[in-house]
């Protein structure tokens, strides 16, 4: 544990000495609910106040399950440069779990989606979603919803980062494995909106429940646009928990077979 | 306590072998046996296998075979304790250019679990050292190559290791930073405690700081022993020279020097292998005289290392 806390404060470190990137990876979620949540929100009509902040209600979650996985792309990016600098070689022939290798990595990629998460929020409560309010246990729920879908995101990313030969190759693998996650679900576009073969999927997509999971937990769900029933919430806990463990299983045996 | 150490085994290797995939075999069934407190040095040239050894011994790679041991502690059973007991410095550059060097020992450190204070302390000391105290809280990519390295190097020593890998320690460096870093191996093994494993691929290098080297050539270990050994094995002295005059002649009659045991005439270039190279040079020259060869030019050369190289692996290091 006190090496995955030195590798996530190294990580953390550097990303702070690097301005722009830290600028950037505080701004972009901004980007993305004022551009994207007002352009969406005219897309489908919802023009009266009440309506658009219902839109807007529905898309924070949403947009908080992208940038968890935008954060766990970069991730894996750290790690796959960590690799072909040999930077890991460092780590390897110390007296480290290796595990904490990517458990370092996957802890400074939730911290940051956390930070995101809380832009994103308090962007989203000035747009006008509507919250819960002061009720600790949804806040609570929302907090493990959001670092368990970081972690599985991340998860994919380094398992990807263990295996790539290159930056290029790494980015054209993981954009095939994370888009499908992300538009497949219900967390851009309500489920009842799309084609039925599209529906199958976003069932199947644990970022679905995720992100349902955060709009019971943090959210009024009076305004939901779900359209018909909610995923249940018991589900989207033990879903997202599955898919967290899952993702960080398929990165350790990725990273075991690329570090023999 | 100290005697012990000095008479014990560090670095043992027992027919090693690595392949990869199908039938590349980058060491083929090495035998090492390295003393405590020694400075040992496996020369060879670029893919003779001498970092896929240091890689096994220092647990990063398994071996396909044969068995390795560091401080008794076995490299693949044991992998934990032998590696809270060396540093290494690898062959290519492994530095995060976006810390400034005094963090990259200072988090190397603790990876090693080292206590904030003994960190800080050791921060200094070693840089210091090196001479990097100006530059400590600058990023390392503002780093000169001979400043990048000697942060590599004494970063493997942040842990006061018993045993240290340094696998290419000078690679492409300028004569100077190579020089300032030779002194420092040197320093390193003035103050004890310290077994040294350095692979080169520079004669000089080996001969000037190896206690014991060992010729490594496609995976195998050729031949070993102190620079010394190896290169009085090579016998003779050798005489070179140059001048004008009847040279078939002249060497004719050098060969029927009874002292003479070997010669070459390469073009105007005349070589002879002769038992003592200091004792021969008058008679060499008289006998020039009385043939009317007129010597421009002559030199008594004792057999390097890399004349050693040449013997016992048919061929010259590839570099420069």
Redesign the interface.
């Known amino acids: 544990m006190s090496a995955a806390l030195t590798l996530w404060n190294k990580h953390l470190t550097k990303l702070i000495a690097r301005k722009e990137e830290a600028f950037g990876t505080l701004f972009q979620p901004i980007l993305w609910i004022v551009l994207f949540g007002t352009g969406m929100a005219a897309v489908i009509g919802a023009e009266s106040p009440d309506a658009k902040n219902a839109y807007i209600t529905f898309m924070v979650p949403g947009i908080i399950a992208l940038t968890a996985m935008t954060g766990a792309i970069e991730g894996g990016l750290t790690l796959l440069f960590e690799r072909l600098q040999g930077i890991i070689k460092e780590y390897l022939v110390s007296p480290i779990p290796r595990p904490s290798i990517l458990f370092g990595n996957a802890l400074s990629t939730v911290s940051k989606s956390l930070a995101q998460a809380s832009i994103i929020l308090g962007v989203g409560l000035l747009m006008g979603a509507q919250f819960i309010g002061l009720d600790p246990l949804g806040w609570l729920g929302g907090l493990v919803l959001i670092i368990a879908l970081g972690l599985g995101f991340a998860g994919i990313g380094l398992a990807v980062a263990s295996k790539a030969s290159s930056p290029g190759g790494y980015h054209m693998l993981i954009f095939m494995l994370t888009l499908p996650l992300l538009f497949l679900s219900n967390a851009l576009y309500p489920i009842v909106s799309l084609p039925t073969w599209m529906q199958i999927g976003a069932r199947v997509n644990p970022v679905s429940y995720g992100v349902d999971g955060l709009r019971q937990t943090l959210f009024d769900s009076g305004s939901s646009l779900a359209g018909g029933e909610f995923l249940p919430l018991w589900l989207c806990f033990v879903v997202v928990s599955v898919f967290a463990a899952l993702g960080m299983i398929l990165a350790y045996s990725s990273f075991k077979k690329s570090v023999k | 306590m100290a005697n012990k150490q000095q008479n014990s085994i560090a670095i043992v290797a027992e027919k090693l072998v690595k392949k990869y995939g199908e039938g590349v075999l980058a060491v083929d069934g090495i035998d090492l046996s390295i003393r405590a407190n020694t400075i040992y040095a496996l020369l060879g040239p670029n893919g003779a296998g001498k970092t896929t050894t240091v890689n096994m011994l ?5 071996p396909t075979g044969g068995s390795a041991s560091v401080l008794g502690f076995d490299v693949v059973r044991q992998a ?1 304790d032998v ?2 007991n ?1 540093g ?1 410095t ?1 062959q ?5 250019e ?2 400034t060097g005094r ?1 990259v020992l200072d ?2 450190g ?4 080292l206590e904030t204070a003994e960190r800080k302390k050791k921060t200094e000391e070693l840089l210091a050292i090196i001479e990097l105290q100006e530059a400590a809280d600058r ?1 390392v990519k503002t780093y000169s190559g001979g400043m990048k390295r000697r942060l590599e190097l004494v ?1 493997g020593l942040m842990t006061e290791p018993k045993v240290l890998f340094l696998d290419e320690p000078t690679s492409g460096l300028d004569p100077q930073n190579r020089a300032s870093i030779w002194q420092y191996i040197r320093s390193l093994r003035e103050k004890g405690d310290l077994t040294l494993l350095l692979t080169t691929h520079y004669m000089e290098e080996a001969e000037e700081l190896a206690d014991i080297v060992g010729i490594i050539d496609h995976g195998r270990l050729v031949v070993e022993g102190t620079p010394r050994e190896l290169i009085d094995k090579m016998g003779a002295d050798t005489i070179r020279l140059a001048g004008t005059g009847d040279s078939d002649r002249y060497l004719k009659e050098l060969q029927a020097l009874p002292f003479v045991q070997s010669s070459v005439d390469t073009g105007g270039l005349i070589q002879i292998g002769v038992d003592s190279g200091n004792h021969r040079l008058p008679e060499v020259v008289t006998l020039a005289t009385k043939n009317n060869f007129k010597i421009e030019d002559i030199s008594v050369a004792k057999p390097s290392l890399g004349d050693v190289f040449l013997k016992y692996t048919g061929r010259q290091l590839r570099d420069k």
């Not at chain 2, 290519?92 to 995060?96: I, K």
């Not at chain 2, 603790?110 to 679990?113: A, C, E, N, P, Q």
Request: hydrophobic share 40%; aromatic share 14%.
């Open positions: 220092t647990t990063l790679f398994e934990n590696r809270r060396i290494v690898f290519e550059m492994v530095l995060d976006e810390l963090q988090y190397h603790r990876l090693y679990k990023m970063r």
